[in-house]
C-alpha cells in the first residue's frame, strides 16, 4: 500500500469507517466487518454485514465521502 492510499485509509477510519462500527448508506444500516480496502483509483470498499437481513457483501464507499477524505489531506 502507498503512502497516499495509507493516508486515505487512516482518514477513512477517523470518519467512520472502521471494523465493528454501525453506519447507514445508501438507505441500509451495516455492521463493518473490515476496515476500508483501496481497489483502484476512487473505489474504496468495506466488507459489512446488512443489518436486517444478515448477508455479507462489500460496499462501495461513496465518492463524495472519499473526495471529503482527500480534502483533508489536503487541508492538513
Known sequence: MTGHN?????????LG???????????EEFELLSDPV?????LVFV??????????R???IPLPIIN???NQRSAA
Open 38 to 42: 483501496i481497489v483502484g483509483n476512487g
Open 68 to 70: 471529503m477524505a482527500n
Open 17 to 27: 469507517f472502521t471494523q465493528e462500527s454501525r453506519m447507514k448508506l445508501y438507505g
Open 6 to 14: 495509507n493516508g486515505l485509509c487512516e482518514r477513512l477510519k477517523k
Open 58 to 60: 462489500r460496499v462501495r
Open 47 to 56: 466488507d459489512v454485514v446488512e443489518s436486517k437481513s444478515r448477508t455479507q
